[in-house]
């Protein structure tokens, strides 16, 4: 899906529009370690109890290997936690191919290199917008 401006821009609306309907308020980071902070931009979901932080991946899953991508979380994972909480971390996967077996995969890899505690949900925009995650 989000190969074009337009379409990375269509997923980012859509998920700050599902955002607002639930009166939830963020702010906008780049992701701790990433290389390219305009693809890897974390929201940070402000009145939330405890930490809580969402990551829309806006590249489709043949452009960015899973196991680096479950490397570039862990990593944030990292980061959150090291400012003394347990952070709940979303990732909201907007691009192609993205099946519920890569989401799963990709969820594993990340906490296996996460800080234990860790809580990660990873999927699909539609889930995320359904509310499902």
């Not at 890897?40 to 043949?62: I, R």
């Not at 452009?63 to 090291?82: I, K, Q």
């Amino acid at each position: 899906m989000p190969r074009t401006p337009e379409q990375r821009g269509a997923c980012i609306h859509a998920i700050e529009q599902a955002l607002e309907a639930r009166g939830i308020d963020y702010t906008i980071h780049g992701m701790p370690g990433a290389a390219d902070l305009v693809l890897f931009e974390e929201y940070w979901l402000t009145n939330l109890v405890g930490a809580a932080f969402l990551l829309p991946v806006l590249q489709d899953h043949d452009e960015t290997p899973s196991g680096e991508l479950a490397v570039m979380v862990a990593g944030a994972l990292r980061e959150h936690a090291g400012q003394g909480d347990a952070p709940s971390y979303y990732v909201v996967l907007c691009g192609e191919e993205w099946t519920p077996e890569r989401a799963a995969s990709l969820r594993e890899a990340a906490l296996a290199a996460a800080p234990a505690g860790a809580r990660l949900e990873v999927g699909s925009l539609d889930r995320f917008i359904r509310g499902d995650l």
